[in-house]
């Protein structure tokens, strides 16, 4: 069994001062290298019964596999979270921009922050099912699968252990706002795995900022492996959905 699915919730407090350490000093370096790159965050933060039903429905059929951690078992606020860039459609078309995500998933990553090793599957071809294994910053790692596939988009879903439970999804489609351009969106949505994780990645942020620079450089690579000469703006959004039926029956 996989380190990521086997390690034990026990061992986390003692893990707990290494991560916030870790990731401070990490996103010191990396803030240095990354402070030039374009980008543009809004945050909002609403209280409602239960998530967007599309979202609901979603979440149901994804996070039902063998071994997945769906939100629904996470801890804390439903945290949706969007990432976009903007591409000329004639550098490469949608089709290719998607292919390109899903070959070069392990080179498009940081490999000092999230560095992505398929562990099931083969690397020549992205099938669903397919499995990586992220090695991330600090002490906690955590597996993903492929569990959708459609003409343009796929979704990963966090397996047992992942410091998260829920879903991510990658979407190339025509831009309704800018005709001639493609829209690029990497959309998550997720709970931390228990209360531990939640105080840890509360805590200066470091989930946080982690998986913004982690997603910044994973398009901005994506925007030159398909010819765009200039570093696109990713656009970032930040919602997080306080859920007070929630809150009372998550595990500690």
Known sequence: MKYARSFKQDSIPVMLPLLLATGTLGLLALAWRQRAAPRAEQSTETTRERPPRHIARSAARLETGVDTQSAAEGNGPL??????????????????????MQLHLTELAP??????????????????????????????????????????????????????????????SENARSQGNLLVRIESWARARDAL??????????????????????????AVLAGVTTRPEVRITTESLADPQHESTTRA
Request: aromatic share 10%.
């Open 111 to 172: 490999a000092a922050l999230a560095n992505f090793e398929k562990s099931e599957g083969s690397d020549e071809v992205f099938r669903l099912d397919d499995e990586y294994e992220i090695t991330m910053l600090g002490p906690w790692n955590g597996d993903v699968r492929v569990a959708e596939m459609t003409h343009d988009s796929f979704t990963l879903i966090t397996l047992d252990g992942h410091p998260e439970a829920g879903h991510i999804t990658f979407t190339v």
């Open 197 to 222: 994780v939640a105080a840890a990645y509360s805590t200066l942020n470091v989930g946080k900022q982690v998986q913004t620079e982690v997603w910044i450089t994973f398009l901005q690579r994506l």
């Open 79 to 100: 945290i949706h979270r969007c990432y976009e860039i903007e591409l000329p459609d004639r550098a490469v078309s949608r089709d290719i921009v998607l292919r390109l």
